[in-house]
Every structure is written in structure tokens, then in C-alpha cells.
């Protein structure tokens, strides 16, 4: 990756845009609340921060985060000098705000998901990178920028998320020794985990409670999954940040192999998350336009739940 050319194309844009995938983690937004700041205190810039969907509560601890924007509070027509995609595998998950990044002069891309084809002018991606965060906290060292203390917060946070509190394969030895430089800097690892784990809402723990009870297993126990309808939704007055965590807890049984979740959008759009132990779940994510992870993936499904879940088991069932 050519380190050089981040720093000088920041240098170069008076306007900056930063944007977030649509239904936002803790990968995207801990990744952009740190490249606001890097922006802010090492460039002297200020940047707008834009994502698509509702910031789930847990991560309203995030240095600046209050300052993110909605589309419908934007002037999509607008030209920036420079926009930056992070934690973004296509394009087409900043959903309504894919015309503002498209509008820019300069596009710039900083992601670690496998299927990223690599869109923009500057790209930094890392397939074996534990997540976004971890990217950009390798260009800015490179680059020999420091980060302060809220900043170290930031990509701790993506860190931390996006290696399931360091449990998920993603995690290496350099993840590890990574997120200790940013407790160094900072970073305070008991607290931001009660942030992410131990902050969630009644409404929350009680929809995963009632997904988990009425799971469904196919294949003798290898594949479990739960389908979540707009009703349950209503049931429990829950948001849609809300499903966080569901399919993780599925791949927990013993027996599973493969684990997805299944959320209504509306009568004619689900939206899926698929989670494995061995096998490769973004080559299913890939058949319906989705990508992800060999072993965490995601895809939107332009059919009705019932409809949605019936394909998706066909496509399992032919990796398994």
C-alpha cells in the first residue's frame, strides 16, 4: 500500500467526506470516529461523517460520534474534494449516500473485507486485516502519527467488535499486539467492552431471547437459524440494532456448523447474516449480491421472508 499517497491526498482537499456502510457496527463507526480526529488534529481539517441508519445506542460513547449525518440532512448534490469509504466491502452499502461519495473528485477506500473489488482512486485494503480499524491504525503508524487518547478509543473499539472481543479467527498475534499500543495510548479496555457488551437495551435482550428460543436446526443440528418478522419487531419495541449478536450466539451450539439470521425489511426485502466454523459463508452471501468474511458474511434479499429463507437453505445445504 502506498502509505504516501493518504497523507497527501488528504492534504490536498479542502472538503472531506467520511462514509459508513448502512446499518453501521462498531468496525465502521470506531474507524470513522478515529479518521475524523486523525483528520482534525494531524491535518488541521474538518471532515463530515456520513452514514446510512440508525447508530446503535451502545456506541453513542465514541469520541464525536454525535457529529455523524443522516442523507436526509445532507445536500446530495454536493461536490467534496475527497471522500473515504471505510469498513465498505461494495459500494452499494452507503445505500442513499452513494451519490454523495460518487460526486466527489477523489474517492479513497480503506477496507479489510476479501471481496472489496477495490473501487476508488486510493485503496487500502487488507484481506488479513482483523478489521478497517486495524487498517488505518497501520497507515497512520506508518506515517508515524500518533494517536491520542480518543482516537486510541476509537480503533480499539473497531478492533475489539470486529474480533468478537478477540475470539473470532480474525484475531492474530499482531491484532493482539496492536490493540495493547492502543491501551498504551489510552485506550481503556474494561470500559469500552462494558460500552459494547454490557450496555444493552431491555428491548434487545428480550428479542434475542425470543430468536433464540425459537430457532430452527436443518441437517442434523449443522445449520441453525432464526427468521425475525417485523411483528417481533413490534413485540418488543425493538430497533434494528437490535439482532446484533444473534447469529453469533447460534454459532455457539456445539452441533452448528453454519448459522444465519433472517430479519424482515418489508414484504418483499430480507436482510441476512450468516456466521461458520469451517465453511466459506461469503460465497453464499456472493450468490444473492452480499460478501463479507469466510466466516461472517451478509446479504440483502430482494425476496419475501419465507421466500428468502427457502433459498437461503438451498444454497447451504450445497456447501455442506
Not at 487518547?149 to 491484532?175: M, Q
Request: charged share 25%; aromatic share 8%; proline share 3%.
Amino acid at each position: 500500500m502506498n502509505f504516501k499517497s493518504f497523507k497527501e491526498t488528504i492534504e490536498k482537499a479542502e472538503t472531506i467526506a467520511i462514509f459508513s456502510h448502512v446499518n453501521p457496527d462498531g468496525d465502521t463507526l470506531g474507524t470513522m470516529s478515529a479518521l475524523f480526529q486523525i483528520i482534525k488534529n494531524y491535518f488541521n481539517k474538518e471532515a463530515m461523517m456520513v452514514t446510512v441508519g440508525k447508530i446503535p445506542d451502545i456506541y453513542h460513547f465514541l469520541p464525536y460520534i454525535d457529529k455523524v449525518k443522516t442523507p436526509d440532512k445532507i445536500d446530495l448534490t454536493q461536490v467534496f474534494d475527497l471522500a473515504i469509504a471505510v469498513d465498505i466491502a461494495a459500494k452499494d452499502r452507503m445505500n442513499e449516500a452513494l451519490p454523495l461519495y460518487e460526486n466527489a473528485k477523489v474517492k479513497m477506500n480503506i477496507d479489510h473485507h476479501k471481496t472489496n473489488n477495490g473501487y476508488g482512486d486510493f485503496t487500502f485494503i487488507r484481506a488479513d486485516a482483523s478489521c478497517a480499524g486495524e487498517v488505518l491504525f497501520d497507515i497512520i503508524e506508518e506515517l508515524k502519527i500518533k494517536p491520542d487518547k480518543d482516537t486510541a478509543v476509537s480503533l480499539y473499539t473497531a478492533i475489539l467488535t470486529d474480533t468478537g472481543c478477540f475470539r473470532f479467527e480474525n484475531t492474530k498475534a499482531v491484532t493482539l499486539q496492536k490493540a495493547a499500543r492502543l491501551i498504551d495510548y489510552g485506550a481503556n479496555p474494561a470500559l469500552i467492552s462494558r460500552y459494547c457488551y454490557e450496555s444493552k437495551p431491555k428491548a434487545m435482550v428480550l428479542l434475542q431471547a425470543n430468536s433464540l428460543i425459537n430457532a430452527h436446526f436443518e441437517m442434523n443440528n449443522k445449520v441453525a437459524y432464526v427468521c425475525i418478522t417485523n411483528k417481533d419487531m413490534e413485540k418488543f419495541s425493538a430497533q434494528n440494532d437490535h439482532t446484533e449478536g444473534i447469529v453469533e450466539a447460534l454459532r455457539q451450539i456445539n452441533t452448528t456448523e453454519i448459522s444465519f439470521v433472517l430479519k424482515e425489511i418489508d414484504e418483499n426485502t430480507t436482510k441476512c447474516s450468516l456466521r461458520s466454523k469451517t465453511a466459506d459463508v461469503s460465497k453464499v452471501a456472493s450468490v444473492f449480491g452480499g460478501g463479507g468474511h469466510t466466516f461472517a458474511a451478509g446479504c440483502t434479499i430482494r425476496k419475501p421472508l419465507k421466500v428468502a429463507c427457502d433459498k437461503m437453505l438451498e444454497e447451504i445445504k450445497k456447501i455442506l
